[in-house]
């Protein structure tokens, strides 16, 4: 009798990109980008048009999609950690697939802990193939012996510096939003350059994975001048904004975030801050496809799980506010995130379901038949699985009742802000904790956020029921400490 061959365990390629909305891929609403790579990739697979980070900030929303585990959970809440606590590292995706096999690499950001004026402090995280990149070009002397993409630079003898002062001194667009260095030594295209390096070096060894993680969209959003070019900067809408909340904004003085006070989108260059943006994301787009080309060239498309998320999003305006920070407005939380695997999860698909990035781990690992992950935190702190989704056997329309982000101290800011949000698909609440404001949409009747809820007498009882609802997630989910003993 002939023995059954072991199934192959597919490799997987997650490419992450930092600080990307939702709203910013052609197929799926955006007819002022164009992101081809992304829609086929989405044409491929299963595109989650519900999907929410977990944190508003890079560092506690890494720790959360690269564990499966709330950010809180694992004591990892503001960018600027000393370390990442190592008596959870085996729970890093990468971390538990080393342990199981795999030959896993790094392209790009990390961001478990803080890096700035220094190496980032890596935990055993499993990752053999590390070519570490943090920072935007300004901050990129930091740590000049451990940034491989500003040594891969200096190794072909570019001074970007200069290239990227020639590059704005040409520019006609205004000075708050300038290009960058030229396309071919841009950080994007450094990234596709070593992930097609790796998909060579791995292609007869399975399985691998492989995390492509770009600093870009997030500022300065300088994108090379060609790109710039692409883009029809009158035609685009203006950010989401309403007069009166240069006014009702203020009420949020005491809670952290990178804007300070409102701006009017007249009173700043806001389409080409969205243009800067969207011309960002179409050169990602472009690497994406030499990525994806690279993955079929090496015969290895049809055993590769292909993921593309981010972290978090960026308010690029909307409601007077740029960058990221205390707030949860649809820009901020709600986030891409396309999943593709040939043969194996439905094609074309878009799930409506309510989905947090924390799903992706136990996702990947279901899918790769991997049963040993650690699991000594309780249920309510962790991903679920969107296997039953992605394969086709279950209501794509259905998976969480709600999602939930935090933003606890993230930013290290004046204000020390701690906020926690909930949404349940229709109803958003936001709880600023320890101040007497909060924020209630009903994105049903509201889907643009302008009419805040949170004090009208008509919503006290649904104000009251998602007050409770987050208070039981958020103690449900707290770290259970130490083990049992078994003795009293």
């Known amino acids: ?28 609403g955006n007819p ?13 697979g299963v595109a989650f048009t519900n999907a929410y980070c977990q944190a508003t900030v890079c560092t506690p929303s890494r720790a959360s999609f690269m564990t499966g585990v709330y950010p809180s959970t694992l004591h990892v809440n503001h960018n600027g950690n000393t370390w990442f606590p ?16 795999y030959y896993c690499g790094l392209v790009g950001k990390l961001h478990l802990t803080g890096c700035f004026g220094r190496p980032e402090p890596r935990p055993n995280d499993g990752y053999r193939f590390f070519k570490w990149s943090h920072s935007d070009e300004d ?41 960058g260095i030229e396309t071919r ?69 005491k809670v952290d975030h990178q804007t300070t006070k409102p701006r009017a989108p007249e ?16 050169l990602i787009d472009d690497q994406l496809g030499r990525i994806l080309q690279a993955l079929e060239a090496n015969g290895l498309r049809e055993n590769t799980i292909v993921v593309y998320s981010t972290d978090h999003g960026e308010m690029l305006g909307d409601h007077g506010l740029t960058g990221k920070g205390c707030r949860f407005y649809e820009g901020q939380v709600h986030v891409p995130l396309l999943m593709s695997w040939p043969e194996h999860f439905r094609a074309g698909l878009r799930s409506s ?14 899918a790769v038949d991997i049963r040993s992950a650690p699991d000594y935190l309780p249920d309510e702190a962790k991903g679920k699985s969107l296997l039953p989704i992605l394969a086709g056997k ?21 204000h020390r802000s701690h906020a926690s949000m909930l949404f349940d698909g229709r109803s958003k609440l936001v709880v600023y904790h320890g101040l007497d404001v909060g924020e209630l949409y009903d994105l049903g009747e509201d889907p643009h956020e302008f009419r805040n809820l949170w004090g009208e007498p008509a919503a006290r009882d649904r104000k009251a029921h998602l007050v409770k609802q987050l208070f039981d997630a958020i103690m449900l989910a707290t770290d259970p400490g130490q083990s049992w003993s078994g003795r009293f």
């Not at 992101?35 to 491929?44: G, K, Q, V």
């Not at 000049?144 to 072909?156: I, S, T, V």
């Not at 080409?272 to 943006?277: G, N, S």
């Open 267 to 282: 009173s700043y260059p806001a389409r080409h801050m969205k243009a800067a943006y969207y011309a960002e994301i179409e």
């Open 139 to 179: 901050r990129a002397e930091d740590v000049p012996e451990a940034n491989a993409y500003f040594q891969w630079l200096r190794d072909q003898g570019v001074d970007w510096k200069a290239l990227r002062e020639q590059a704005r001194r040409k520019s006609k667009w205004p000075a708050a939003y300038p290009p």
């Open 1 to 28: 009798m002939l023995q059954q061959q072991p199934r192959l365990r597919p490799n997987i390629l997650w490419i992450c990109t930092d600080q990307q909305r939702s709203d910013t891929i052609h197929s799926l």
């Open 394 to 414: 279950a209501d794509a329309g259905r998976h969480r009742e709600f999602v939930r982000c935090e933003h606890l101290n993230a930013l290290i800011a004046p």
């Open 86 to 101: 190592e008596q959870h590292a085996p729970r890093l995706i990468s971390r538990i697939l080393s342990d199981n096999g």
């Open 185 to 253: 030594y841009s950080h994007p295209v450094w990234c596709a350059e070593e992930a097609i390096e790796f998909m060579k070096m791995v292609r007869n060894s399975p399985p691998w994975f492989l995390s492509v993680h770009l600093f870009e969209p997030h500022p300065p959003n300088d994108p090379p001048q060609e790109y710039c070019d692409r883009m029809d900067v009158d035609q685009l809408p203006l950010p989401l904004f309403r007069k009166e909340e240069l006014t009702s904004q203020l009420e949020f003085a």
């Open 353 to 366: 379901a309510l989905v947090g990035l924390m799903d992706i781990v136990p996702t990947l690992l279901e």
């Open 32 to 44: 002022h980008i164009r992101t081809p790579n992304m829609d086929r990739l989405a044409a491929s």
